[in-house]
Nanobody, 124 residues
């Protein structure tokens, strides 16, 4: 059973930076894809970034060049999302995802995707 614990959210001014962390415990995390999603009220949760077991990454068009997803090299049980040059549209609740799917560069939730509790990011 996999558990995900996120941290690093907060409030930041436009143009600022934040780094989110997600610590995963349980199964052999390194064999699976990991990702970050975000959600705002009345909208569906959208995939922001994903990293596959071979280290390849995918990003939503809205964050390309500003966000970077990475994974610690050793245990691969921590996934990071470095967010730079933040704007107001980046505001939302960010969720770490275990075993999302990546289709043609788009990060989406799959049948077996598991979620963290979410961390709030507010850009103003």
């Amino acid at each position: 059973h996999v558990q995900l614990v996120e941290s690093g959210g907060g409030s930041v001014q436009v143009g600022g930076s934040l780094r989110l962390s997600c610590v995963a415990s349980g199964d052999t995390i390194g064999r699976y894809c990991m990702g970050w999603f975000r959600q705002v009220p009345d909208k569906e949760r959208e995939g922001v970034a994903g990293i596959e077991s071979d280290g390849s990454t995918s990003y939503a068009d809205s964050v390309k060049g500003r966000f970077t997803i990475s994974q610690d090299n050793a245990a691969k049980n921590t996934v990071y999302l470095q967010m730079n040059n933040l704007n107001s549209e980046d505001t939302g609740t960010y969720y770490c995802a275990f075993d999302p799917e990546i289709h043609y560069g788009e990060v989406v939730a799959g049948f077996s995707t598991l979620w963290g509790q979410g961390t709030q990011v507010t850009v103003s």
